[in-house]
């Protein structure tokens, strides 16, 4: 006998848009500082500081997709194997009535080791941080608002 089950996601239709970041990391103790991207004029959320990534796509594993955001964006050749899970945000769009209606996932990851120095490749701008500078960018005007819920956790790799 089967049964009908309701839909665990009523609000949508599709599986939510998975989306991959970097807390790349140099440095220890108060000198360990973290990498931030301007995210260029013109897009979603253009002009904002976030966590380097993009999203993942059909067929790639997650780690795979952020060692070839970091690629594409940085010019850096990162291996997946060294890429740790850290956090994770969500944005639930039935909540915040964002215009896509799809819900998001970004996962973030901790990276402290790749070849290479980052270079902003698409013209966007990027910044090394400490504790004091990534709390202070952590607000709705600077990062956008997945970011800034992973601040707490990625601050973690900062020194007070
Ligand atoms: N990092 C981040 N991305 C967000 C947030 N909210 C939100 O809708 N996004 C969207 C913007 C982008 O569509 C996507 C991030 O992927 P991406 O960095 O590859 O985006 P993009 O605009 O460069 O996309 P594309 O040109 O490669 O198609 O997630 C947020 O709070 N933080």
């Not at 790749?114 to 941080?129: C, D, H, M, N, S």
């Amino acid at each position: 006998m089967s049964a009908t089950l309701a839909s665990p996601l009523p609000h949508q239709a599709s599986a939510p848009l998975l989306v991959v970041a970097a807390a790349l990391v140099a440095g220890e103790g108060s000198e360990a500082r973290l990498l931030l991207q301007q995210r260029p004029l013109g897009k979603h959320h253009g002009g904002l500081w976030e966590f380097p990534g993009g999203k993942v796509e059909p067929g790639e594993t997650p780690a795979a997709a952020l060692a070839r955001e970091l690629a594409e964006e940085l010019g850096i050749a990162v291996d997946p194997a060294d890429l740790a899970p850290l956090t994770f945000a969500v944005h639930e769009a039935a909540v915040t009535g964002a215009t896509s209606g799809r819900d998001l996932v970004l996962l973030l990851y901790r990276c402290a080791a790749w070849r290479g120095t980052p270079v902003a490749e698409e013209g966007a701008a990027l910044q090394w941080v400490d504790g004091a500078a990534l709390r202070s960018l952590a607000i709705p005007e600077t990062m956008p608002p997945l970011d800034i819920a992973l601040c707490i956790t990625a601050q973690n790799l900062l020194g007070a």
